[in-house]
Structure formats: structure tokens, C-alpha cells
């Protein structure tokens, strides 16, 4: 199979977490600082190289959509102002197609994944969560993708987050090195409490399937799972092929989570040229107040 061109970024979820703020409004959309939570995974997908992007969407999430449309009426009033640089969304002349499509009923992230088959075709593709952040140097898609190009083969984005953490995550076991960073996987499990090890990795929103993933997710589909989850059919592609697992160092926030949310806007606020100077010294005073209570 050839290059990777295409992108599934995943924006379904209902974003029950962030109830009352999510009543109208898709957590996607959630700002970090001055920027929505998905543009950051959009910019992502773009600086690895990917062509084509389809963002899968649900009730509620027109704004998405919104978001990455020119908004001309906008555009006028604020180059009237010279104020144009307030509205650069995906600033790169070699913008990607964005396509949508609706996920009609939350049934979980494999139906969402389902949803991509006709765009992905007989290619190799990334999956990126859209609530998911990683700012790293190079971009984690990138990576992959090169991993991709050597190995050929499906690999899945994962990190060492700790047991507590690993309860409300996928799982990888992994088996044995394969590679720097790179590891064969026994099995994956969705969230469980059980037989979870320290040093199992956690899995992270960006992974690189081959179209293999299709036939796996409609055959848990066909046993009548009320909801359809990736990681059962990656471990069913894993028992017919080879997954890798890439143990991912850099940072990563995940904005799907309100503390994940949080941090991002401390950190991100702390780098930002407007926000920078006050909110280090009140973080400053802030935690000079801490130490004394
Ligand atoms: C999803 C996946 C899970 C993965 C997680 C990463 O869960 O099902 O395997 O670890 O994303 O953020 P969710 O966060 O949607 O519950």
C-alpha cells in the first residue's frame, strides 16, 4: 500500500464531561486560550503532510464545519480595522479538502471510524481524535506515518499514563521491542479496571489503520454491540496481522477531559505573546499563596 494522504479527525462525541457548556456547543470547539480545541489537530494533520481531511461529526457540531469556512462578512469588517491577522484559521496556502460527515447516533468510536469507509477507499489512513493535543516538534501524525512508510503495517499511538489513568483508556500489553519506541502488541482492551499493568501504555488519539479495520469493526457491528469500540477491532486485526504500538514521549493534552482542558490553558496561556507576562506572575503569586496556606 502506498503514502498515507488521508486524515480521519473524530468530533461525534457528545461531550457529556462538559454538560451545561456542551448543551449547544461541540467540545471540539472548546477554546484553548483563543483557539478551538480541533483546529490544533486540524493544523496537526496538515503539518504531517495529509491531502485529504474528513472530520466526523454529530448533532450539534455545525459549527465545526463554520469554523474552517472562510467567513467573508467577518473578513470585511476586520480588514477595515486592520485587524485581518485576528482571523487567520489554518494560515498555509496548501490547505487540505475538509469534508464532514454526520455520525446520526452516538454508538461509540468504531461506528464513528465506520463512517470514513467510502472516503478512505483501498488506502492506508491516520485517525486523529479531535479531542486530543500533541504538541510536539514534529508532529505525532508525522511520525507515524513514517513509522508507517518502514513497517507497512497498522500502529497505534500509545503512552505511559500511569494505572489510574489506564482504567478510563484503551490498553495496550505490549510483547517485545520492536524497534526505538516501537513495540509488537499481545492485546488491547477498552477501560478496564483488571489485570491492568504499571507498565502497560496507554493509547493516545492518533493511530494509522489500512482499510483491514473495516471488515473487523462490521463484524462487532454484526454481534449486535450497542456500541462499537476501535480497540476491539484493532485487537482482531492484531490476531491476523501485525499492529505496532509507537510509545509517544512528547507532551499531550487531552482537552476531552476538563482538567486536561485546564492544563492546556495554563500551559498554552503561559507560551501565548498576550497572556504570557500576567499569568506567570499571577501564577507566581498564586503559588506563593499555596505554599503558605
Ligand atoms: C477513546 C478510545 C480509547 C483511547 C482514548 C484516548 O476513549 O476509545 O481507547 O484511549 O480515546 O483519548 P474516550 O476518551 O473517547 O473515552
Redesign the pocket.
Known sequence: MGNIKKAIITAA?IGADFLPATKAMPKEMLPIVDTPVIQFVVEEAIASGIEEILIISGKNKSTIGNHFDRNIHLETMLSDKNESDKLVVLAKSDVPNIHYIRQAYPKG?GDAILHAESFVGDEPFVIL?GD?IMPNETPLTKILMDLYAEHQTPIVATMKTGIEKLA???IVEVKEARGENLFEINHVF?KVESAVMANDL????RYIMTPDVFSKLHALSSEGNLEL???DAIEALNSEQEVLAYEYLGKRY?A?DKYGLLLANIELGLKHKETAKPLTEYLKELSEQLKRE
Do not use: F
Open positions: 462525541d468510536l481524535l486530543d478510563h483508556s484503551g477498552e496507554g493509547i493516545i488519539g469500540q476501535l480497540t487531552d476531552g
